[in-house]
């Protein structure tokens, strides 16, 4: 269930190792899976609430029983003043203690609440991030973000002000007063018994009506935003076209919606509540007269009927809470349930039990028939055969969109082939550990991104432990450690967000530094089609000398600086590779030659 993340010593992820599946993304499933989260990681703090419910519950029961014994002993003129004050006293350290112990509960549950929304959040992100890129594909990061960031404050809600604040401790106080009046008043307890099945029933009759209204008000609202956002963005087209009092309009179009809703609402919470309090005053009536008519056959003293009055207002605060709780628990559990949509998705490229972990490479990586498509009918990749040898330096070469990058990303797993399968020393890709992976390969895509931190933890990202000397010494090979010193904070320098404060020159010699931190046996390079002076020609240049023949690398080459040193190059097109060989031989080839002409020499 622990996770030590990596760089942030001494902290440890918890993550959540209860299987959730798309068909448990219910209303019922969410409540069922955050009850089993709760029962699993926190069972000591559920009890002690439990436990807290109980004793505030017992003692909220039993100071009305003192109340009983001062008005019995006031009516029967038998209570002396010493035991009226102490009955009393009684009464105030009881009512301390239940509040005492309510707090507890409280506590615990405030507790219960954040470590599982917790758990949940942590192990949601950590799906994200492990997903695959098709999956990524298909989803936008921001939308993703807000499903993790609600769905987690949705679960705290859930638990903590739905069920802890509101629902346990106040049952349990229910379900005693219940027992206790079954027992010692059974008429009594009749009176307070059948008011819950009507309570019940007018709860869900009216909030189903609440929370199917929410649902469209929800939608309205962003409806709302977006119209609102779409007209401002295009505000110089809106005056173009004179279109100014239209666009009002259909914004206040969707908010006289929103409100008709809303108002309609507000109509069934009236009618709730009035309803509520109809049943109240019913049964207040019905416990009194009752009541009376039980003292008048002296079958009931004052004090029992005191005490009944009190039990009757304990149990009706609970059945009151219900129905805020139950439209409350409909919205939230929707929220929450996008988090948990989010959990259940299968990772695709996950490690099959019996994984193994890649050794060293000893002689190459092939590619056997490989077919790919990111969506279907939209061929990628058609029967790619190619191997990259031990020690070698190959170079990809090809027009736009011949599928150098996808070629790349099928190389280090970020998607599997459709057909034909990819082999690292006849190991298949898809039988190896993606951890093992990715500790042998490094790959500095085309489009090349930092992350917001400094210059050092970024060039030792793949290695937060590394010392000075050796990001320095990465840093040098990189031909970056000049332009570094330079900066005002050096190597502590805070690059911006995806490193913007850099140059495209600079963000390139720092991830090719980044890649050299981690010693990989396969080093897959996609050079930027920009931003390339020539001392970022230099150090990539220079990089790739350095790693020749110690390393295997896959460089996917704009320039001919780099495509002369291949050992090999693979010139591709519309997903096939056309042909071979080194750059002499390659030049018999009209494409090759093209490319050499009009893209290499730029
Ligand atoms: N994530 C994706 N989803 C769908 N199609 C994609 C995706 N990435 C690339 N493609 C498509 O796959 C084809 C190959 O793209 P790829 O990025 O491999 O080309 P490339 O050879 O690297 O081109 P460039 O030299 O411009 O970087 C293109 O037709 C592209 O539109
Ligand atoms: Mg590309």
Redesign the pocket.
Known sequence: MFLTSGGFEGTEVKLSDIPVTKEQVTFKGVLELLVQSVWKYLKFPAIGILLAGAVSGLFQLAAPRLLQQIVDGLTHGTLSLSHGSLLAGLIGLFALIAAFFFVVAEKLSFYIATQVEDIWRYTALLKFYNLP??WH?RHDSGEVGAKIDRGGGAIYEVIYEIFGQNLIVLFITLFFVIGYTLWAYPLFALIFIVPIPVYILVTKIISTRVVKAQIIINRLDHSASRTFYDGVGNLRYVKTFGKEKEETQAYADIWSKYHTLEYKQQKDRTLQSLLQKIIETLMRAVLLVVGIIAVKNHTLSIGELVLLISYQQLSFSPLEKLTSVFTRLGRVTKRASRLFDLAAETDALADVPDAVSLPLLYKEIRFENVHFE??KR?H??HDVSVCFKKGTTTA?V????????????LLLRFYDPDKGRITWDDIDLRSAQRASLRKRTALIL?DTTLFNRTIAQNISYSNPHAGKKEVERAAKLAHAHEFITQLPKGYRSIVGERGVRLSGGQRQRIAIARSLMSNPDLLVM?EA?SHLDSETELAIKEAIQYLHGKHTQVI?A?RLSTVKHADNIIL?DK?RVLAQGNHKELLKHPMYKRLCNLQLQK
């Open positions: 890129l098709k594909d990111y969506s939209l990628t990749m990809i090809g027009r736009s969109g011949a599928g150098k990058t996808t070629l790349a990303l085309q996609d089609t996917i704009h591709m997903g």
